[in-house]
C-alpha cells in the first residue's frame, strides 16, 4: 500500500450489541444489524455490552484462525470474531480496505471519524446488505475476491453514509435517497441534473440545494466523482479495453473522460492503468 492510499474499516454487529470507542470522538453502541464505518480507520477499541472490558478489533480472517499477515498494514480483508460478555455473545464481521482518497474526496469530507448506520438503513441499501451477507456466510473461506468485494462494501457504505440525513435531522427528503441510490448502482446512465431532479421528484432548483446541503457537493460533481471512481476500478483491476471505459461508465465523450479523470487522479487514464501493478 503506497502513501496516496488511505484506509478504511467497517465493523458490521451479527449478534448481540458491543460498544465502539474511537479515539477523539464519541463511542458508538451499534446492536444486531447495524454498522459502524470509520472513514480513515481512526484506532478504537471494542467492548461487549453491558460490561465494557476493552478488547482488541479483530483481525482473523473469515474462516481461519490465524493472525494478520505482518506484511499488510491492514490485516486480512474480511474478519469475523466472537466476544463475550455479561450481555451475552457478540459476533462481528469486520472488514479492512484500502482506497484513493482523491477519488472518494467529496464523499469523505464533513465526515466524523465514525459513523453508525442503524439497521433499517443498511437494509434498504441493496447494493450493501447484500455484499456484508455475501461476506458473513457461515462457513465461507476467505478468497481472492475478499478485497474487491470489501471496497464496494465500503463504497456503498461511504455512500450511505455521506447521503441524506437521518429522520429527524434537519431537512430530510427521501427523494435525495433515491438520488443517492441511483447515482451509486446507476451511474452509467445518461443523467443530467434535470434526469436527477426528477428521479427525487423534486425541481430542478429545490433539488440543487437539498442534494448540496444533504450530501456537501452538487449533483454533477457527485455523479462525477462516483463515474471516475468505477473508472478507475476498471482500469487498475480488470482486463476492459480502455477504450471501452468511457461508455462503460456513463460518458459519451472520451474527451470529456479524459480530462474528468486526469482532474481527478492528476494522471491519464493510460498512465493510471500502467502504474496499477505497483499500486497493488
Known amino acids: 500500500m503506497d502513501a496516496s492510499t488511505a484506509r478504511a474499516v467497517l465493523h458490521y454487529v451479527l449478534a448481540g450489541g458491543c460498544r465502539i470507542a474511537v479515539t477523539g470522538t464519541a463511542a458508538l453502541d451499534p446492536s444486531r444489524g447495524e454498522l459502524v464505518l470509520l ?15 476493552a478488547v482488541s478489533p479483530p483481525s482473523t480472517a473469515a474462516g481461519g484462525t490465524g493472525p494478520a499477515d505482518p506484511a499488510d498494514p491492514l490485516g486480512p480483508a474480511v474478519g469475523i470474531a466472537a466476544l463475550d460478555g455479561p450481555g451475552g455473545p457478540v459476533r462481528l464481521l469486520s472488514l479492512r480496505t484500502g482506497y484513493d482518497p482523491r477519488a472518494v474526496r467529496p464523499l469523505v469530507a464533513g465526515l466524523p471519524r465514525a459513523v453508525l448506520l442503524e439497521r433499517r438503513r443498511v437494509e434498504a441499501a441493496p447494493l450493501l446488505r447484500d455484499t456484508l451477507g ?21 463504497e456503498a457504505a461511504l455512500a450511505l453514509a455521506a447521503g441524506p440525513r437521518p ?11 433515491r438520488t443517492v441510490a ?8 445518461p443523467w443530467t441534473v434535470d434526469t436527477l431532479a426528477r428521479e427525487a421528484g423534486m425541481s430542478r432548483s429545490s433539488f440543487t440545494a437539498a442534494f448540496r446541503e444533504a450530501v456537501g457537493t452538487s449533483p454533477a460533481r457527485h455523479l462525477t466523482a462516483r463515474r471516475i471512481r468505477e473508472a478507475a476500478r476498471l482500469l487498475a483491476e480488470t482486463g ?4 471501452a471505459v468511457p461508455a462503460r461508465v456513463g460518458y459519451r465523450s472520451r474527451v470529456g473522460f479524459h480530462l474528468a479523470f486526469r482532474t481527478a487522479y492528476g494522471t491519464t487514464p493510460g498512465e493510471y492503468r500502467a502504474a496499477a501493478p505497483r499500486r497493488a
Do not use: C, K, M, N
Open 134 to 154: 455475501l461476506l458473513a456466510e457461515p462457513g465461507r473461506r476467505p478468497g481472492p475476491g475478499d478485497r474487491l468485494l470489501v471496497l464496494r462494501a465500503f
Open 240 to 243: 476492459l479495453p480502455q477504450s
Open 167 to 177: 429522520p429527524g435531522a434537519a431537512h430530510p427528503h427521501p427523494g435525495i435517497d
Open 39 to 53: 472513514p480513515a480507520a481512526a484506532r478504537h477499541r471494542i467492548s461487549p455490552l453491558p460490561g465494557l472490558r
Open 182 to 189: 441511483a447515482i451509486e448502482t446507476r451511474y452509467a446512465e
